[in-house]
């Protein structure tokens, strides 16, 4: 039996995070959530995730911050990180690659979408 | 699901039929659904009352225009950027580093045979630029051919929406070889300049005569052999047979083969579904008017089958 691979989404919108979440399922993935950069990091303080899912504009600590913080965290630079936002310049996807985002989603997007960044990140 | 559809059965038999005949594609018996919502949308677009009004016109007035209409809307695929990405490897890691140490340089001649909304022909030109300061002198034309479509409008365009270019294609791609769309809403992203040169389309009968179109240093064929009949299998192959240069490639799905018949070609990487041309292989070939002549072109006829007009014969009538 092959052990599930773990992502985390990090989306202030509880619909994205349970649309994000079913697909994920269908995917294989163990899914956990939060709704703000600062609560990511928390959870991945406790417990590193293989992937996660991450919205750009959020309150507290927003995506971009969470980023730079997990990048200094030890272990942080393992996880594969996959922007999921309605940001959709050139200017800020140049941005999220600069600082260490792995791939970048433009919302809104459907499984196919998810499983292709996916796969395009080596995460399956 | 038969009773939400307003097709009736024996013209959903005869689009069956005329798709086979005209384009040599079998349509599986689940696909009534995808016949009624494309043909749906035809219909609209082409002013019709109604997908029955369209069908009606269409078998009534035996209209070639409107039967390769119809059919290429009914093969249009769901293509998408880096599609089959095991055996599209082959055209970086083989095709063009091959090409180049035999040619050591000049211009190189590619076919996306089938291609679409172009994703595969923009795929070639994407992955020539990424490779080209190790190709010093190499330069390419890439051509992509298919029968006349929307998804072939698309492709001459370069234009995508936002779904499209999100599928196969990376992030660094799409911010290095495509800009946003300038109108303001608008979320499509169409190919930018330099790479937009490279690739030119043309709207090509995929079974008719492919002797208006140049010889090309390598074919691409992926991902749609399986779904020809045998003889339509026979006459496409010959046809790309004829179409590629010696020691020129014909790169087909990964998990596709010539089989028995070679038409001329080697295996390179079999499982890859790779083939490279042999020098000389005129007396490998029977000629492709043994399968079916070259001139006919296919006419639909009132009960939905089609029939081949010598193009000729009606010229000198």
Same mark, same amino acid.
């Given at each position: ?26 995917? *294989? ?72 985002? /792995? ?6 997007? $459907? ?11 080596? @995460?399956? | ?16 039929? @005329? ?6 594609? *079998? ?7 995808? +016949? ?16 029955? !009004? ?18 290429? %809307? ?9 599609? /089959? ?8 890691? %083989? ?6 140490? +035999? ?28 490779? =080209? $300061? ?10 992509? +051919? ?18 499209? +270019? ?30 937009? $040169? ?10 008719? !005569? &492919?002797?208006?179109?140049? =010889? ?12 020809? !009949? ?5 006459? #496409? ?6 179409? #590629? ?12 083969? &010539? =089989? ?19 020098? $000389? ?19 639909? =006829? !009132? ?15």
């Amino acid at each position: 039996m092959t052990s599930q691979r773990r992502c985390l989404i990090v989306d202030d919108s509880k619909m994205i995070r349970r649309v994000a979440m079913r697909i994920l399922k269908d995917m *294989n993935f163990n899914s956990s959530e939060a709704e703000n950069g600062k609560e990511a990091l928390d959870l991945c303080k406790l417990d590193m995730p293989e992937a996660i899912l991450l919205d750009w504009r959020m309150p507290i600590m927003d995506g971009f911050a969470f980023l730079k913080a997990l990048r200094q965290l030890p272990d942080g630079k393992k996880p594969i990180v996959i922007f999921c936002t309605a940001e959709r310049s050139v200017e800020r996807i140049t941005e999220a690659l600069q600082n260490g985002a /792995d791939e970048y989603i433009m919302k809104p997007f $459907d499984s196919d979408i998810i499983e292709s960044k996916f796969q395009l990140a080596g @995460l399956i | 699901m038969a009773g939400v559809l307003s097709l009736n059965p024996p013209y959903y038999e005869a689009l069956k039929r @005329l798709t086979l005949e005209l384009a040599g594609v *079998n349509l599986g018996s689940d696909h009534a659904f995808l +016949v009624e919502t494309r043909l749906s949308a035809l219909a609209r677009k082409e002013g019709f009352e109604s997908l029955d !009004s369209l069908v009606n016109e269409l078998f009534g007035s035996g209209d070639t225009r409107l039967a390769v209409q119809v059919v290429s %809307t009914l093969l249009e695929r769901d293509s998408h950027f880096n599609k /089959d990405p095991e055996s599209f490897a082959q055209f970086s890691k %083989t095709i063009l580093p091959e090409l180049y140490s +035999v040619r050591g340089g000049g211009q190189v001649r590619l076919l996306s045979f089938g291609c679409a909304a172009g994703q595969e022909a923009y795929g070639m030109a994407m992955a020539y630029e990424r490779l =080209k $300061d190790q190709l010093p002198g190499l330069s390419v034309e890439i051509i992509g +051919v298919d029968y006349p479509s929307s998804a072939l409008d698309r492709a001459k365009a370069g234009r995508y929406t936002h779904f499209e +270019v999100q599928r196969g294609l990376a992030a660094r791609d799409l911010i290095e070889y495509f800009e946003p769309a300038p109108e303001p809403g608008s979320s499509d992203w169409i190919i930018s300049h330099p790479l937009k $040169d490279l690739v030119t389309f043309r709207d090509v009968h995929l079974l008719s !005569s &492919l002797g208006s179109l140049p =010889k090309f240093h390598g074919v691409l064929f992926r991902g749609a052999l399986p779904h020809y !009949s045998g003889p339509a299998k026979l006459r #496409v192959l010959r046809g790309l047979s004829s179409l #590629v240069l010696p020691y020129g490639y014909l790169l087909l799905g990964s998990n596709e083969s &010539l =089989k028995q018949i070679n038409f001329g070609f080697d295996p390179v990487d079999k499982s890859k579904g790779l083939y490279r041309k042999r020098k $000389d292989v005129s007396e490998d070939l029977a000629p492709l008017e043994e399968i079916l002549p070259l001139e006919e072109t296919p006419k639909v =006829k !009132s009960n939905g089958r089609t029939t081949f007009t010598k193009t000729k014969r009606q010229h000198n009538a």
